[in-house]
């Protein structure tokens, strides 16, 4: 499964994301269930014995790598693969994904995530009011709302789980609670996330990936509720097509949360504005 994506339409981009945005109000769904997963407690920096890269919620002031946005945006720059040119306009208009809790009850190990944004020229300092939307794929590999055969075939273009919108804080924060992503063939496991200024606007001023320490990886992999996958033909970080020219601006840190029984991820975007 590639993650290239094609160029966005002005026009469908601006109307996918008010649809996306709706009126503003937030929606808190059932959170995930528990698994009674041990989880493994990752350095303070992300990084890890397998790929050796740092997180990015310390250090220097650099902007955060740009990356695709995948195959499966659903950020109005594709079609769903049931015929539609133009899909959140169909699937989000009366339901926005404006919230905290991603998960629709879908199972796995959980996740919160915080995301903290900031200006590099602005001394890294942190920037309120602007939008991070964020997506990722089940505990077995695929997106909500594309119905491409690259995707499972067997989706709906209605459907919204593990896609989310929310505004940064006055402290320029923001904090998702779901749960942590499958992988699928090419990809080592990540999180998509875009940054917009307002809601209206017609193009993201970022577009990157977060990635994750590969021994968290692994340990989350061997999980039931993962699809008994395991970790053959898990792809790590360094041979990764988008990862393996480096992710000191995209590793999460990660740690375990005793509370959830799960993770807590962490990750300073930068950005220039």
């Known amino acids: 499964m590639c993650d290239d994506a094609p160029k966005f339409n002005g026009m469908q981009r601006r109307q996918l994301l008010v649809a996306l945005l709706g009126t503003g109000a937030t929606m808190l ?72 809790d991603i998960t629709e009850s879908i199972a796995g190990v959980p996740l919160t995530l915080n995301i903290s944004l900031q200006n590099v020229r602005n001394s890294c300092a942190t920037i309120p009011n602007y939008y991070i939307y964020i997506w990722h794929c089940t505990p077995t590999g695929q997106y909500s709302a594309y119905t491409a055969s690259n995707n499972g075939g067997s989706h709906s273009s209605l459907e919204s789980y593990f896609r989310g919108i929310q505004q940064t804080d006055s402290n320029g924060e923001v904090t998702f609670t779901t749960i942590y992503p499958g992988w699928y063939t090419g990809r080592a496991i990540h999180i998509h996330a875009e940054v917009y200024a307002g809601l209206d606007d017609a193009s993201p001023i970022k577009i990157t990936q977060f990635a994750f320490p590969m021994s968290i990886n692994k340990a989350v992999a061997a999980q039931t509720t993962y699809g008994y996958k395991g970790t053959s033909g898990m792809m790590d970080n360094s041979s990764d097509g988008i990862f393996r020219d480096g992710t000191s601006t995209e590793m999460l840190t990660v740690a375990s949360n005793s509370s959830t029984g799960g993770y807590t991820a962490s990750i300073a975007v930068r950005v220039s504005v």
């Open 29 to 100: 769904l059932a959170g995930c269930s528990q698994t009674g997963f041990s989880p493994l407690t990752s350095s303070s920096d992300g990084t890890d014995s397998s790929d050796g890269s740092s997180g990015t919620t310390g250090g220097s002031c650099v902007q955060s790598a740009t990356e695709t946005n995948g195959p499966f945006p659903a950020d109005g720059s594709n079609a769903a693969g049931d015929g539609t040119s133009t899909r959140l306009d169909k699937v989000y208009t009366g339901s926005p994904i404006i919230r905290r």
